[in-house]
């Protein structure tokens, strides 16, 4: 199996299973429990935080561990909703993940008003548009760092500064930027921040939120409750084993060696150019004018379907730009949202590379689509 769907999950690196191992058996105490194991798995906890605090230019009090990033985004939506007096306008960008599209939507139908912001045709939000739709209405604005379907590298601190000018939160889902570009909560000027553990080689059902000044910052009623957990913001018993993947994780990340990202990178532009030159050119690639995270290339292919090519590449695996919408496969929003040609939809390719991505897997996966066409 050749896999090229790294956007969608990585697999958990062999270090990162080896650290998580011992919280599963000899130190499987809970990290609330004041005797001595407790304090075992409570210190491995706080040294993940500031791993994973490390990897994100933030501190350590405040990083929130969750679920992933699906209930990082939710709990900063649900906690807007439940905040008595409060601006009633938010604004999203129209190609973000469906965690935030989502819970948008669910602030629309309790009375919110929702503006989703358009993208150019290279897929990056429209600042102007954004400047016209940030409003001292605005609550709230959430855009993310890079898109996962075309590797869109988003403008997240002119947006956050055009949110903060009139009082408003920024909120940024930050999944696909981790690992593969620079992030900074520092820099980017965030209120709060989703992240992942497992689209960073680390363990599945584990990714956190960054909010500002940690738990006490808070600005709305706490959504969950339960013992008070992660500064009551995420009540319920720690999940060390996959708290410290995190951690591993983010630690991994800090050593590798320098020149990960240009290599796939490098890979990247080789199969868009081995593609270009198979198909007389006759190739698009989504994003290419603008900075991309290194390992995307969401392309199409003139005259090939990509339900054709998916459903018969079977020892490739990638993605079609197909999107699960409430259990029916449609056609993703952002491959909606970018690409403006009726006719051109059902052609999207999505190739997400994986860190040790290698010429050879390349060079396969270009001979594998070329027999298949
Ligand atoms: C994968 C992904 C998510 C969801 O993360 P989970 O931890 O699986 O909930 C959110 N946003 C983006 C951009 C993603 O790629």
Not at 61 to 66: P, V
Not at 130 to 139: G, H, L, M, Q
Not at 204 to 224: C, E, N, S, T
Not at 225 to 249: C, H, K, S
Request: hydrophobic share 45%; with cysteine; proline share 5%.
């Amino acid at each position: 199996m050749l896999y090229f769907d790294a956007n969608a999950t990585t697999p958990c690196a062999p270090e990162v299973q080896e650290a998580m191992r011992p919280y599963w058996s000899d130190a499987f105490a809970n990290a609330s429990s004041p005797h001595c194991a407790g304090r075992v798995a409570a210190q491995a906890v706080a040294a993940a935080r500031r791993s994973v605090a490390e990897c994100l230019d933030a501190r350590p009090q405040e990083i929130i561990f969750t679920s992933g990033a699906t209930e990082s985004t939710n709990l900063v939506f649900w906690g807007l909703l439940l905040a008595p007096r409060t601006r009633r306008h938010v604004v999203v960008s129209a190609i973000e993940h469906k965690s935030v599209l989502e819970s948008a939507a669910l602030l629309e139908e309790q009375g919110f008003e929702v503006t989703r912001l358009p993208v150019t045709p290279d897929g990056v939000v429209d600042l102007d548009a954004a400047a016209r739709a940030i409003t001292p209405e605005t609550a709230l604005v959430s855009v993310q760092a890079a898109n996962n379907e075309i590797g869109t590298i988003q403008p997240v601190l002119q947006i956050s500064r055009l949110a903060h000018e009139v009082g408003a939160f920024f909120h940024v889902d930050a999944v696909q930027a981790l690992g593969k570009m620079p992030v900074s909560m520092l820099d980017w000027e965030c209120d709060f921040a989703s992240f992942s553990a497992h689209k960073i080689y680390g363990p599945k059902g584990i990714g956190a939120l960054f909010v500002k000044g940690g738990p006490l910052r808070w600005p709305w009623p706490r959504p969950l409750r339960g013992g008070g957990q992660e500064g009551g913001l995420r009540p319920g018993t720690l999940n060390v084993p996959g708290i410290v993947g995190f951690g591993a994780a983010c630690d991994r990340l800090q050593q590798r060696p320098a020149n990960v990202l240009e290599n796939v990178a490098t890979l990247r532009d080789l199969l868009e150019d081995s593609l270009g030159r198979k198909f007389n050119n006759s190739i698009s690639v989504l994003g290419k004018n603008v900075d991309r995270l290194p390992n995307t290339s969401g392309l199409l292919i003139e005259g090939i379907d990509a339900d054709m090519l998916f459903l018969r590449c079977k020892d490739v695996l990638f993605s079609d730009g197909s999107a699960c919408k409430s259990g029916v496969i449609g056609l993703s929003h952002v491959v909606d949202s970018v690409l403006i040609e009726k006719k051109l939809k059902n052609k999207f390719l999505r190739f997400t590379l994986l860190e040790n991505v290698t010429k050879h897997d390349i060079e396969l996966l270009i001979s594998s689509i070329e027999e298949v066409v």
